[in-house]
DNA sequence: TTGTATGCGTTATCAA
DNA sequence: TTGATAACGCATACAA
């Protein structure tokens, strides 16, 4: 306890307190060698006095490789990019790795763009890209270094990782309004971004539009609004979509974010959920329940685990426990969707009301119980 | 862009390929010396086509002192912590520094407790506390080491960092109750760890109770519910308090998380809000404006953006903007709440599902007009 | 079982 | 304006 104030303490004073060479401290403090047991003793023992730790720089130098995981993801405060980040930090907390995180916030500037650069400058023991699919170029500069490469929520011939089938949650959710006897069922996703764009609301939307295509019915292009992530932006391109007196039935929002935007441009617009309008979303975060979202489940922390364990594989470390399986999509069908006929004010407001109560006796089904299991869905493998 | 595959170029081989020493690198590297026109541009070519990144482990070890952040915090799925961070994380990504990420989620657990353990072992420039009080001994063990820390969300005297006034804040939601007429009102907060839990539930419950205290109103101790922090736990703790004839007609919940599962815990009751129970929360989250919570308004975001300004100021490094004020706490009245004698049932239900739309002509006061500004509030300053 | 010598990649202090 | 040379704190090969 009597640490000198100021610089932090160095294997040398801890090597000369004890009365050793500095090699016999590093011995002890890494096993990498037998040590005298009364010499353990001492050493541990100034350690201990002097409130030694290493110094995780000059033991990466010398060991040629750093004890960081760098981290890079579009937006922290995402949920769906928190949830999945949560996971990634559950397992590396049971190891000695450190965590570095770099948030890029707006992915689509021109000096953010080039994911490979951020992961060369920080000489990091591994990476893990979140929800940020690399470019063909960073792609191959990544390849090129020897640190791996893990990605969460992005599918990739280069990287490990796994991502959803889009395509088929986009069905999942398209169908259960279909099923619901909805005929205009309107979308809104992401503003595309041709490059560093995530392709999930892309997919999404191919499902959705796969979907009404098989059922013979025609997409009005000003019933799919797209805006830029986020529950604000899409609740302006929600009221585009909803502010028309020949407005869709549905809505399909490509993420829960997107569906709460919607269902505020509804409400700011007199509309009845699910009364005048049906919301579907997509990923299930947790306020999802508390507002009643109908919405396509994944999981969302799942995928952060298993990103850390394929990590740790890659890295030759021991797993802290098992692969977890990566669950398929779900529907929950919950308050926000009701048949288009069913528009009894009262009743859908009091069963919105009530939608977190319902909540407790949801239903969840893989597919909408009115479709069955459907061979045709394309399973992207 | 030849760069040879497995370990990263050196600044050896940048100067080899330029035809000069190391230190002529180096120092067109940092501009630490005048370096000729002509030779800067050999080097600055030989960087650029090997792609070279200089190592920040040497870096730092030569010079004494990293480019790390440490950032250490609660849990990272908590909305709050996560704005906070999120303002932090705005202000590094102006700087050089890199953001190194402690999550101990679960803080009160045995070997996690010790916050100047963790930042001694990181060997970071700087430490950012978000949401957790040091201990005594942890204050004095910081207090010794040459790196700044900076606090969020925590008052203390040992260190930089604005908390707010938590008990002011108790005490802006009980009077806004007050004020519509309740006489029975409960409290859901954070169950109390003693040794590094956050005061700020327990603070807003004194707030709330001398407010009650005042009014001459006697506090049933089964009014009071605690649990850990988070919306299922709160829920749990609201049945206890609600699912009683003699229930309270308002809840005060200590966050906007716990407010939410108390409006969970009543709607599983059949209980309608504000109807039958009025909800006020804390913080305003994101959410909050969705599901029309009433709330005390604080402005987590801006925590981070001053928390990350006040450290750049101890690093000596110039700021990239200037300091934000820090602005007031303020009730933001939604519609989870109203007079105890306002229980229209179908009316409240419909102004509850409108309360997205109501939030847009919502009214900000900070403190609750009935009472007015109150010269009693104790000022912490 | 322990100590000596060397190197990790970079910056800083000198001379030249 | 540039190049030797010596740190920085630690780990490892080798010798004792």
Redesign the interface.
Known sequence: MQ?P????VTIAQVARDAGVSIPTVSRVLNGSAPVAEETRRRVDASIERL?Y?P????R??SR?L?D?VLVILPN??QPSV??R??GL??VL?ETPY??????L?HPDSERKRHLA?IV????AAATVIISLPPSTADTL?LL???APVVLVDVRSDAFPGDGIDDIAGGMIATRHLLGLGHRRIGFVGDAEDRFIGNPASANRRHGYEQVLFDAGIDIRPDDIALAPHG?DTAKAAALDLLDRSDRPTAVFAASDVQA?GV??AA??L?L?VPGDVSVVGFDDI??A???GLTTVRQHLEVSGVRAGLRLLELLGQPLPFEMPEFPELELVTRSTTASPGDAHP?RS??A??????AS?KEVSTAFDPAFGRDERIPRRK
């Open positions: 640490e104030s100021g610089r932090p409130g730790h110094n995780p720089m000059a990466g130098l040629g750093s960081v922290i405060t928190n949830l980040l949560a930090i559950s907390r450190e965590l570095t995180l770099v948030d916030e650069d060369a400058r920080h000489h500069q090129r270094q020897a529950m709460f269902m505020d409400r700011s007199g009845d947790v306020t329940r508390l507002v009262i407001m009091a919105a009301l009530t939608g977190a109560a407790e």
